[in-house]
């Protein structure tokens, strides 16, 4: 299994491009995030999805789009960058049980500047 | 907001020492779960704790839960160059199928 994965891995955009982020798991989790980190910020939850068609926003979604057409993944679309975006993000996968979602995976992240 | 807040904020000792993290948190939770993070790289899962269980071991590693003070504390013992790191606490609110919300986490040195 190759886990989680994520791409690009790096990435630099100037302000007002937008551009998608990619992210797949193949292990048939049924929730997938997205987070980003930043420096002495630690991970904030920005888009989630509990199933295929169904997703939700969390703590700093405004700017970031997501869908989820199939199982496996969880695309993070950037509408017009802005240099308040450059962070690293990360997407995880888990299954979900009782109460919620369960062991998180992490792909790599994306480290992305918006100049 | 965010809802767990690991203490301390960094946290220095020599190899062979034990090293205590703690986190607290502001509602009811479904389960708590704790998270490693070597420099530049994505998080690694610890162990998960439910809101029903009270302590829980892997290896060197203990966390205790106390819903009545909202806390867990992740225990590190004999700690080895290795275990330098940053360590998160996250959890899920006990409403429905919330998601998993992280703290800013605690940065671990440990000197060899």
Redesign the interface.
């Known amino acids: 299994n190759a886990g989680?994965t994520q791409t690009p891995k790096f990435q630099v955009l100037k302000t007002g491009q937008s551009m998608t982020l990619q992210c797949a798991q193949d292990m048939n989790h049924e929730y997938m995030?997205w987070?980003r980190q930043d420096p002495?910020?630690?991970?904030?939850?920005i888009h989630?999805s509990?199933g295929a068609g169904i997703t939700?926003q969390?703590?700093v979604p405004n700017g970031y789009n997501v869908s989820r057409s199939t199982t496996e993944d969880f695309p993070l679309r950037l509408l017009s960058a802005a240099p308040s975006q450059t962070s690293v993000y990360?997407c995880?996968s888990?299954r979900?049980l009782?109460?919620?979602?369960?062991?998180?995976?992490?792909?790599?992240?994306t480290r992305l500047t918006v100049l | 907001?965010?809802q767990g807040e690991e203490d301390p904020q960094a946290l220095s000792i020599q190899e062979g020492e034990n090293a205590t993290m703690n986190c607290s948190y502001k509602t009811s939770i479904?389960?708590l779960?704790w998270?490693r993070q070597n420099s530049?790289?994505?998080?690694?899962?610890l162990i998960?704790i439910r809101s029903n269980e009270r302590e829980k071991h892997s290896g060197r590693l203990r966390v205790t839960l106390d819903t009545s003070k909202k806390s867990s504390s992740l225990l590190i013992t004999a700690s080895r160059a290795a275990d330098t790191a940053s360590y998160?606490c996250?959890t899920?609110?006990?409403s429905g199928?919330?998601?998993?919300?992280?703290?800013?986490?605690t940065r671990l040195s440990v000197i060899a």
């Open positions: 989680v995030s987070y002495g910020m630690g991970l904030r939850l989630y509990v939700d969390g703590e990360f995880a888990s979900v009782a109460g919620g979602p369960n062991e998180q995976f992490f792909g790599p992240g | 907001s965010q479904n389960n779960q998270y530049g790289r994505g998080l690694v899962h998960l998160f996250a899920i609110r006990n199928n919330t998601p998993l919300v992280f703290g800013k986490g």
